[in-house]
């Protein structure tokens, strides 16, 4: 005996159970309702919730005229019709709405040999059942990973990562789950301009200005919008607005992102076909998104500002060194300056050129430690001081390892007085044992102290320190990096004018 409790429970099961389309797990539905209620065939049609065009699983020839007569005849209706048109083998027709909270979900079709309009309601209230079921358990499946990948980008999203890798992540999968064509977030500047990045997360220009549209409303406004047909907004502007490249969108959503209270831009998603209407959840979840972004970019410019910080307190320290020295006044400067053009000549990557000029910065910090007539002694210093100021590269370690962000640091202002022959300072390191960083900053010292005056000797002219480079080359210094400073000197500072004579050698006092 067939029952329709059991088929509704079968249903929720299935539903739950499987990963099929809604149209597919019907299909096998109705299939199964022909196997257990004998001399019976079904059709069901689903309205689309975005369309809301009725879509059935059979359409064929021997379907389509029934169809269109159930559709025409259940307007209205609530309860199961006998339709007119019948098929050999089956007496009856009979076709009811499916509706979930008075709601109209779809339409049931049934072709029986005997007029049980019970069962078809029963039935009808079992797929009404399963279509909301299953229709909550995609979206909420879609939810699940919708956050998954907002949570993913997120921690893919440290302080030293920028909004263009959030943007380029989240868009990966945006497009998919907000069914939409494009996707695009615009950025304010503080002189009033903009730029944008595309839904890959490249960063470009925007030419001109935003009011005028539906972004620049938003952005002024700081509301959300969401339009259904674009073409009868008066403030849309297709140059602005039309985010998806193509000539058809017909809506968008438009969010500001809010930072402390201001608008910082607008993430504005753009759709064209049937299947791109947005519906209430899109906008949540582009507020959502959007929440995300000006979160990510708050914290970048927080981040900026401690770097800054950060970056005037090295600087402080490095004026601090060489204030204690009026002789070597602007040393740490002209090194930074030097290993920097070094730096770039060999083509180090972003983040190892940012480490080598603060270490350059604050390669003798060390120094701070180190008594002050000692470093402005005129005289041969004793070997008890000398060895007092070659204790100011450890002395530098010893002040910076506390703090975690020197850490990167301390390798080149250990090492800045080893030679590459092994004869320098304080571990006696030689070659490729020195670190790479510490090399530069050598060569860039050495130049330095060279071509400075200072109290105990004059300064060397530029041709005779680069001469002294060359000749060191290989003994002191590494030979690739000092010839290819002398390259690079030459090309972007040297004057050609000689003055001056080289006499430090024996104070043991240089840099
Ligand atoms: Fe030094």
Redesign the pocket.
């Given at each position: 005996m067939f029952n329709a409790k059991d088929i509704s429970t079968e249903f929720i099961y299935r539903c739950l159970d499987s990963d099929k389309s809604t149209s597919e797990l019907l299909e096998f539905i109705t299939a199964q309702l022909s196997k257990k209620a004998k001399n019976t065939l079904w059709n069901v049609g689903v309205i689309n919730e975005n369309s809301g065009r009725l879509n059935f699983i059979k359409e064929d020839k021997f379907f389509f005229k029934l169809n269109t007569e159930a559709k025409n005849l259940l307007k209205d209706k609530d309860s199961p019709q006998i339709l007119k048109q019948k098929y050999s083998g089956y007496k009856y027709s009979i076709a009811a709405p499916i509706k979930y909270k008075k709601q109209d979900v779809g339409i049931v079709i049934c072709l029986t040999s005997k007029k049980n309009t019970n069962l078809v309601k029963k039935i009808t209230r079992a797929l009404a059942h399963f279509i909301k079921q299953h229709r909550l358990k995609k979206k909420l499946l879609e939810d699940a990973m919708l956050m998954n990948i907002i949570i993913n980008a997120n921690q893919g999203t440290s302080t030293d990562k920028n909004t263009s890798s959030l943007i380029k992540i989240l868009s990966v999968q945006l497009k998919k789950f907000l069914k939409a064509s494009g996707l695009r977030v615009y950025m304010k500047t503080k002189d009033g301009s903009s730029y944008f990045y595309d839904r890959k997360g490249n960063r470009q220009i925007f030419e001109g200005t935003l009011s005028g549209s539906i972004t620049g409303m938003v952005l002024q406004s700081k509301r959300p919008r969401m339009v259904h047909d674009v073409s009868a907004e008066e403030s849309y502007n297709k140059n602005i607005d039309d985010v998806s490249g193509s000539s058809d969108i017909k809506r968008i959503i438009a969010v500001p992102l809010v930072v402390s209270g201001e608008a910082v831009g607008v993430l504005v998603v753009s759709g064209g076909t049937d299947r791109e209407v947005f519906v209430g959840s899109d906008l949540v979840w582009a507020k959502n998104i959007a929440g995300q972004i000006a979160a990510a970019y708050e914290r970048l410019k927080l981040y900026k500002d401690i770097h800054k910080l950060f970056i005037s307190a090295v600087e402080a320290f490095a004026a601090a060194i060489d204030g204690k020295d009026p002789y070597t006044h602007g040393h740490s400067r002209r090194v930074t300056l030097y290993s920097m053009l070094l730096g770039k000549a060999l083509e180090l990557d972003k983040q190892q050129l940012e480490y080598l000029r603060l270490s350059a910065l604050l390669?003798?910090i060390g120094?701070i430690a180190v008594p002050g007539y000692i470093l402005t002694k005129e005289e041969k210093l004793t070997d008890q001081e000398c060895g007092r100021l070659k204790e100011?590269?450890q002395r530098g370690v010893n002040i910076l390892k506390h703090i975690k962000e020197f850490g990167p640091l301390l390798g080149g202002i250990k090492h800045?007085?080893e030679r590459w022959d092994g004869d320098g300072y304080p571990d006696g390191l030689k070659k490729d044992k020195i670190p790479y960083l510490a090399r530069i900053i050598t060569v860039a010292?050495a130049f330095d102290a060279m071509v400075s005056q200072r109290v105990y000797r004059k300064a060397l002219s530029e041709d005779e320190a680069l001469k002294e480079l060359e000749e060191c080359s290989g003994t002191h210094f590494d030979g690739e990096l000092a010839s290819k400073f002398i390259d690079e000197y030459k090309k972007k500072f040297y004057s050609g004018k000689s003055s001056g004579k080289f006499s430090a050698k024996s104070s043991g006092k240089e840099?």
């Amino acid at each position: 005996m067939f029952n329709a409790k059991d088929i509704s429970t079968e249903f929720i099961y299935r539903c739950l159970d499987s990963d099929k389309s809604t149209s597919e797990l019907l299909e096998f539905i109705t299939a199964q309702l022909s196997k257990k209620a004998k001399n019976t065939l079904w059709n069901v049609g689903v309205i689309n919730e975005n369309s809301g065009r009725l879509n059935f699983i059979k359409e064929d020839k021997f379907f389509f005229k029934l169809n269109t007569e159930a559709k025409n005849l259940l307007k209205d209706k609530d309860s199961p019709q006998i339709l007119k048109q019948k098929y050999s083998g089956y007496k009856y027709s009979i076709a009811a709405p499916i509706k979930y909270k008075k709601q109209d979900v779809g339409i049931v079709i049934c072709l029986t040999s005997k007029k049980n309009t019970n069962l078809v309601k029963k039935i009808t209230r079992a797929l009404a059942h399963f279509i909301k079921q299953h229709r909550l358990k995609k979206k909420l499946l879609e939810d699940a990973m919708l956050m998954n990948i907002i949570i993913n980008a997120n921690q893919g999203t440290s302080t030293d990562k920028n909004t263009s890798s959030l943007i380029k992540i989240l868009s990966v999968q945006l497009k998919k789950f907000l069914k939409a064509s494009g996707l695009r977030v615009y950025m304010k500047t503080k002189d009033g301009s903009s730029y944008f990045y595309d839904r890959k997360g490249n960063r470009q220009i925007f030419e001109g200005t935003l009011s005028g549209s539906i972004t620049g409303m938003v952005l002024q406004s700081k509301r959300p919008r969401m339009v259904h047909d674009v073409s009868a907004e008066e403030s849309y502007n297709k140059n602005i607005d039309d985010v998806s490249g193509s000539s058809d969108i017909k809506r968008i959503i438009a969010v500001p992102l809010v930072v402390s209270g201001e608008a910082v831009g607008v993430l504005v998603v753009s759709g064209g076909t049937d299947r791109e209407v947005f519906v209430g959840s899109d906008l949540v979840w582009a507020k959502n998104i959007a929440g995300q972004i000006a979160a990510a970019y708050e914290r970048l410019k927080l981040y900026k500002d401690i770097h800054k910080l950060f970056i005037s307190a090295v600087e402080a320290f490095a004026a601090a060194i060489d204030g204690k020295d009026p002789y070597t006044h602007g040393h740490s400067r002209r090194v930074t300056l030097y290993s920097m053009l070094l730096g770039k000549a060999l083509e180090l990557d972003k983040q190892q050129l940012e480490y080598l000029r603060l270490s350059a910065l604050l390669h003798d910090i060390g120094k701070i430690a180190v008594p002050g007539y000692i470093l402005t002694k005129e005289e041969k210093l004793t070997d008890q001081e000398c060895g007092r100021l070659k204790e100011h590269p450890q002395r530098g370690v010893n002040i910076l390892k506390h703090i975690k962000e020197f850490g990167p640091l301390l390798g080149g202002i250990k090492h800045h007085h080893e030679r590459w022959d092994g004869d320098g300072y304080p571990d006696g390191l030689k070659k490729d044992k020195i670190p790479y960083l510490a090399r530069i900053i050598t060569v860039a010292d050495a130049f330095d102290a060279m071509v400075s005056q200072r109290v105990y000797r004059k300064a060397l002219s530029e041709d005779e320190a680069l001469k002294e480079l060359e000749e060191c080359s290989g003994t002191h210094f590494d030979g690739e990096l000092a010839s290819k400073f002398i390259d690079e000197y030459k090309k972007k500072f040297y004057s050609g004018k000689s003055s001056g004579k080289f006499s430090a050698k024996s104070s043991g006092k240089e840099s």
